[in-house]
């Protein structure tokens, strides 16, 4: 076995072939069905010699794997190709990269399905009603009352896939759904006909995008995850917390579960460093997001207004039912006459169609027949519910209307909860010019708040509310914004001005500044209005960038422990945002864990979190995995919130304190002497396709906040996703392993780490995390990006860190290999990387070249093609990249 095998794959790990073998029946079936099909479509387009050399890449990259073969022969087969022909390689590898990920997608649903045998299944809620009862905790019902769960959708730029790939994708999808139904012969056969037409036009599609994304078309991308399975999925969440907490009565009584998911959104209002979000986009935002919800409404009610044909001989109205009715007579006699013809002795019936019409009217913006508010919707609806009830036909009641009753109160007529973000430098500067010549920037500011001040005539103020203030330094940076919105006189929106702590010394100063915060009268008039309701926003991405992840992990900690105690002093319900990302590198990884590895006391039933880039369609993308995923996340609020699992956490917090301080100084050392070397950035722009990346027009964002080029200026996103690029994804670990070696150095064996990772959840996760984040990573691949920077150096100090690393935190878990203990996720990873090695060599010859400089406009814009097709299949590839 070659040395680069046994570095980037770990001793004495199990062969490929292994993985292979464990790899369920189903899954293997889809991934050769699709991969045939698509080896049958590249003979087709450039004939054998295309397939047969990527056939020859594939062999190459997994004897290389084997030790059969050195990298360097695979580096020598790429080099051979005209750029032409790599092209067209790097295609067919993202391509089937695409190909895999639906076909484990519904290998996914496949086993959720199979799992749900009517048994309480781990991490769902009714397992965590069923621990907390029999855990001596005694309040699910209470812990149940205040839980709030609030998504929300931003538009960072990691999702590296055009809309149309993404809707291709979703055709195959469901015609993969269609053949795996078992149908008749000739059913199958025109179904494995039209997924050869797909995957054809898929591979002829061009994979990434050639014009730049405006917000409007990021709006309108979300909207498909709302469209597709949000909307449908969400009554049924609240159907299994009903039912756990009551067992099978739900749908004939009351529902006990109330609608505690909240949807938020940034995309179109987020503006931090972002000049392509204006107010007039924030306004046009709100709108889309409202005409995807009427619609939705509006089909939902009338299909339910046509089902319900209960008659007035078996289910007679109540005199409320028959009030709403007269009152919808006199305003619309016309409309009711037609709905009564219809629906003849069928009142609840033409209530629900008279709702649905009215709806429509809202949509249409109709004012005669609007209704003004989703308050005026809902209770058109619990007249219906309450008239049915009364009639005894209770199924009817707590059935589908209560479905639709959830819908509307999750959802109201504006969708998601638009949120503001701007810089807090700004808004100083926007002050200072109130009396004065305005800037264009300040004009914007003041329009902006103009805006939400319509939203919320418009939609209700909790359509468009928070103001998140990035760059918090100082309660002066909040009571900036509460002075331009009262700049406005009467015409000034209702805000709940929020501060985001971002760098180390920012997270560290946050009680300071909340205790500032309650100075200023504004703030203290909304605590009076929400009950003493507080948001806090915790920014994960720039903390790990400035401090390393392990940390900015361990500062967040303190963090959120620090601000729970002082919301206990003050008597305030503190809710918690956090601003994580899908990568590790950015707080990323399974979100319940992450929730159980909170401070004690600072979750408290409430969870906000975003939701970013290709995180949203992996997490929202199809109705049962949305379900799996909230009902986890749902889950483990509930036991993050008790007290047996806070007084676990608290007590090895304690004991373990004083070992993960000094993992983390020496942590942080390592990170800063790495990032402090001079020259860095330069040196990461050289080894990294860090400056490419920006023509992948992945977002409308710039990848800089400003036009400078020191590192402090790269947003968090572009630095984990060029460095997942590199096969290095230092964001995910770097500086760990000097902290556990300045702790299994000293003379202390590695019994207390091990004690800490089993007894401590954030040291378990911290661990678990790192080390999915080196599986994902190649040690032989990285050394080839990192000599680009010519500095050997510096490639010494990252690889020495990295062989640290992966030594220590094997030791400490105890695993011979990496993910060892994660049987699924190590399966899929091991299959994967020899693909991405292949797309990883791609780029690496293109990147080789761009570096060393190409004259030729012809040959330098070949090049780039390459690079970006290589950048998007190993996105795919890897997944959890930004």
Known sequence: MSRAHQVSGGRRRRPRDTFRQDMPEPLRRDVRLLGAMLGDGLVEYGGKELLDDVERLRHAVIAARRGETGIDEVAALVDGWTLERAGLV????????????????????RTLRERD??????????????????????????????LEFRPVFTAHPTEARRRAVVTAIQRISDLLTRLNEAPGASEREETERSLREEIDLLWRTALRRHTQLDPLDEVRTAMAAFDETIFRVVPHIYRALDRALDGADTGTRPPKAHPYLRFGSWIGGDRDGNPYVTAQVTRDAVMIQAEHVLHALENA??????????????????????????????????????????????????????????????RERNADL???????????????????????????????????????????????????????????????????????????????LRVVAWIQRRFGVRACHRYIVSFTRSAQDIANVHALAESLGEGAPVLDVIPLFETGEDLEHAPAVLDGMLEIPAVRRRLDDTGRRLEVMLGYSDSAKQLGPTSATLRLYDTQ???????????????????????L??????????????????????????????????????????????????????????????????????????????????????????????????????????????????????????????LEDLRAIPWVFAWT???VNLPGWYGLGSGLAAVSDDGRDLTELREAYEAWPLFNTLLDNAEMSLAKSDRAIAERYLALGERPELSETVLAEYDRTRRLVLAVTGHERLLENRRVLSRAVELRNPYVDALSHLQLRALKALRAGVENDDERAHLEEVLLLSVNGVAAGLQNTG
């Open 117 to 146: 045998t009517g048994d309480t299944v781990p991490g769902s809620v009714a397992a965590a009603i069923e621990e907390i009862r029999a855990s001596g905790d005694g309040r699910p019902a209470e812990i149940v009352e205040g």
């Open 561 to 583: 422990e620090a601000l729970a105690a002082w919301a206990a002093r003050h008597d305030i319900k503190l809710t918690l945002f956090h601003g994580r990302g899908g990568s």
């Open 725 to 727: 690029q590199t096969r």
């Open 301 to 362: 009610t009338a299909r339910i207004g046509r089902e319900l044909t209960v008659h007035e001989t078996t289910t007679p109205a109540s005199p409320g039912l028959l009030d709403a009715l007269a009152a919808a007579r006199t305003a619309q006699p016309g409309l009711i006459a037609e709905i009564a013809k219809r629906s003849p002795g069928e009142p609840h019936r033409q209530l629900l169609l008279h709702a649905a019409a009215r709806i429509a009217a809202t």
């Open 370 to 448: 609007a209704y003004a508010s989703p308050e005026e919707l809902l209770a058109d609806l619990r007249a219906v519910q309450d008239s049915l009830a009364a009639a005894g036909a209770v199924r009817q009641a707590y059935g589908r209307v209560q479905q639709l009753i959830w819908q509307v109160e999750t959802f109201g007529f504006h969708l998601a909860e638009l949120e503001i973000r701007q810089h807090s430098e700004l808004h100083e500067r926007a002050l200072a010019e109130l009396d004065g010549e305005r800037s264009e920037m300040t004009e914007e500011i003041l329009e902006t």
């Open 585 to 710: 590198g950015r707080g990323g990884g399974p979100a319940n864990r992450a929730i159980l590895a909170q401070a004690p006391g600072s979750v408290a039933g409430r969870f906000k979190v975003t939701e970013q880039g290709e995180v949203i369609f992996a997490r929202y993308g199809h109705r049962e995995i949305a379900r799996r995923h909230v009902e986890q996340v749902t889950s483990a609020v509930l036991l993050a919130s008790t007290d047996p699992v806070q007084d676990r956490a608290r007590e090895a917090a304690a004991r373990f304190r004083p070992l993960a301080d000094k993992i983390s100084d020496a942590a942080r050392s390592a990170f800063r002497a790495l990032i402090e070397t001079p020259d860095f950035a330069v040196w990461f722009a050289r080894v990294s396709p860090l400056e490419e990346i920006s023509e992948l027009r992945i977002g409308s964002r710039p990848a800089r906040r400003k036009a400078a080029r020191g």
């Open 90 to 109: 790097a295609r067919a590898f993202t391509v089937y990269f695409h190909l895999t990920n639906l076909a484990e997608e519904h290998h996914r649903i």
